[in-house]
């Protein structure tokens, strides 16, 4: 079974905050994703990456950075967190040509 | 630009009888097309994909159906039970691209 880690399930940051959101995958998958999910929106990717110190922007890349250092490793960075990036926060990971891709838990961010 | 579309945003549906939701695509480019369920608080998980080459795919009480021509597909799952109330998304991918565009989701409710 793929197993994918997020490093927390509900965070509280003040405006201004430098956020780190980091996900772990322990099934060698290749690709990457990091996704916002708000209500009527649907899922809206953020940032992927399909290897290591690759990284692909997005629909919705802006007030966010990305990092992957390790394989099994995908951090999401806000460098300055607003108020309008208070979401639910998903990472998943994928394998092969048809990406089917396998989600973590989630973390609801909440900025103040 | 959604490419991807689910017009309702919510169905209720009493147990026992067919729970159908619908996805309408843009882009005639989309060969490969995947469901998603998602409780609150927790990931999408995957439940049924169908490829283009099908019009329609089996699994258990889900079944997946594609027409191309019309750019629709819909998911049946029949008899509908209480754990299935979720929110449901339908996903797109083309050709070798690694992302999945996805669609708002629908939230299902099954009523006892």
């Not at chain 1, 940051?13 to 649907?42: A, I, S």
């Not at chain 1, 995908?74 to 040509?97: P, V």
């Not at chain 2, 169908?50 to 027409?67: C, P, Y």
């Not at chain 2, 299935?84 to 006892?112: E, H, M, R």
Request: with cysteine.
């Amino acid at each position: 079974d793929v197993k994918v880690t997020q490093s927390s399930r509900y965070l509280v940051k003040r405006t201004g905050e430098k956020v780190f959101l980091e996900c772990v995958q322990d099934m060698d998958h290749e690709n990457m994703f990091w996704y916002r999910q708000d209500p009527g929106l649907g899922l809206r990717l953020i940032y992927f990456s399909y290897d290591v110190k690759m990284k692909e922007k997005g629909d919705i890349p802006e007030g966010y950075s990305v990092s992957r250092e390790k394989k099994e490793r995908f951090s999401l960075i806000l460098e300055s967190a607003s108020t309008n990036q208070t979401s639910m926060y998903l990472c998943a990971t994928g394998s092969g040509r048809r990406n089917e891709q396998f989600f973590g838990p989630g973390t609801r961010l909440t900025v103040l | 630009d959604q490419q991807v579309k689910q017009n309702s945003p919510s169905l209720s549906v009493q147990e026992g009888r067919i729970s159908i939701l619908n996805c309408d695509y843009t882009n005639s480019m989309f060969d490969y097309f995947l469901w998603y369920k998602k409780y609150p608080a927790e990931g999408p998980t995957f439940l049924i994909s169908i490829s283009s080459i099908k019009d329609k795919n089996e699994d258990g009480r889900f079944t997946v159906f594609l027409n191309k021509s019309a750019k629709h597909l819909s998911l049946h799952i029949v008899p509908s039970q209480p754990g299935d109330s979720a929110v449901y998304f339908c996903a797109a991918s083309a050709n070798s691209n690694y992302q999945l565009i996805w669609g708002a989701g629908t939230k299902l409710i099954i009523k006892p």
